[in-house]
């Protein structure tokens, strides 16, 4: 039993797995993916199916991507996904899906394939309708206009700075007013967000090696924009939490960039001195968020069955 949600999609399970079609369309108040995920769960072990099903699919994404990547740093991408973002599915199960089919369609933006791109946004959407939020990004990345690509920096970082007036309007409008609750954390609570810190300077580490990793794969130069707004968007993170999880889509990213440092060194003294700061980021990273600050609430571990 791990996690601050455990109970509460234990909850969501023992509602939704009975739901007929006709009562998700009138009454459900969560995404259609998640409501045939526990239809599915309910012919074999319930919840615990759930679960599986949830983290099978995130790994199943996430491995798929790193698959395509080159193969010599494919091993850190993989320790990178697991020291950085593979806790988090145990709780935020919805989303994390969400982001790692996200991270598996980036390619598609790359390619300048809109169709796929807006298929598999969509298909993230069932299981999180924040993944919608993603759609837009396509056309900024794939404009040869760089003024276009930096008004969207500014604008990102508009949003993080006003954001508690901006969740306030969106609030008081009808269609949008079951999030008048992330309205009232803002303003009962403060957040420690000490790990935007963190991002910093990890942005600042991968923007020492910008113009290798730019000559090494043209890629990398949207893999380093899109970071770049997961880190301002982070910002959000001193005032609301639940918000601040939508900056995962765009942070996953970092898992190729960093992975890609070693291998720009032509020295292998500084290609081993490279190794071992991400590595040390890596494993500090994992111990400060989940036991240090107890993010999730992931330990100790119960495993229960």
Excluded at 35 to 62: A, D, M, P, R
Aim: glycine share 2%; net charge positive.
């Amino acid at each position: 039993m791990v996690g601050t949600d455990y109970k509460a999609y234990m909850d969501l399970y023992d509602i939704y797995h009975k739901y007929s079609f006709l009562n998700f369309i009138k009454s459900a108040s969560i995404e259609m993916g998640f409501v045939l995920i526990c239809q599915i769960s309910s012919y074999f072990w319930g919840y615990k199916t759930l679960f599986f099903i949830f983290n099978f699919l995130t790994l199943l994404f996430t491995f798929l991507t790193i698959k395509k990547t080159d193969t010599q740093y494919k091993s850190i991408a993989y320790l990178a996904y697991l020291f950085l973002y593979y806790t988090s599915s145990f709780n935020g199960i919805r989303q994390m899906l969400a982001v790692s089919i996200i991270f598996y369609a980036y390619h598609f933006i790359e390619k300048k394939d809109f169709k796929n791109w807006l298929l598999f946004a969509i298909l993230a959407s069932i299981f999180h309708t924040s993944a919608l939020l993603l759609i837009p990004i396509y056309f900024i990345f794939n404009n040869d206009n760089n003024i276009i690509k930096y008004f969207s920096i500014v604008f990102v970082t508009l949003i993080s700075i006003y954001y508690r007036n901006i969740l306030t309007y969106i609030a008081g409008i009808e269609f949008f007013a079951k999030y008048a609750k992330y309205e009232i954390y803002t303003a009962s609570y403060q957040f420690n967000n000490y790990s935007f810190f963190l991002y910093l300077l990890v942005l600042l580490y991968i923007s020492f090696f910008y113009k290798k990793l730019v000559i090494y794969s043209k890629n990398n130069r949207m893999l380093y924009l899109i970071f770049v707004f997961g880190v301002i968007l982070s910002f959000t993170g001193f005032v609301n939490p639940d918000i601040k999880r939508i900056t995962a889509y765009f942070k996953i990213v970092e898992i190729f960039l960093l992975s890609q440092i070693p291998f720009l060194c032509v020295n292998n003294k500084n290609k081993l001195l490279n190794y071992f700061i991400i590595m040390v980021y890596f494993i500090s990273s994992f111990i400060l968020n989940s036991y240090v600050f107890g993010q999730s609430d992931i330990i100790p571990y119960n495993f229960i069955w």
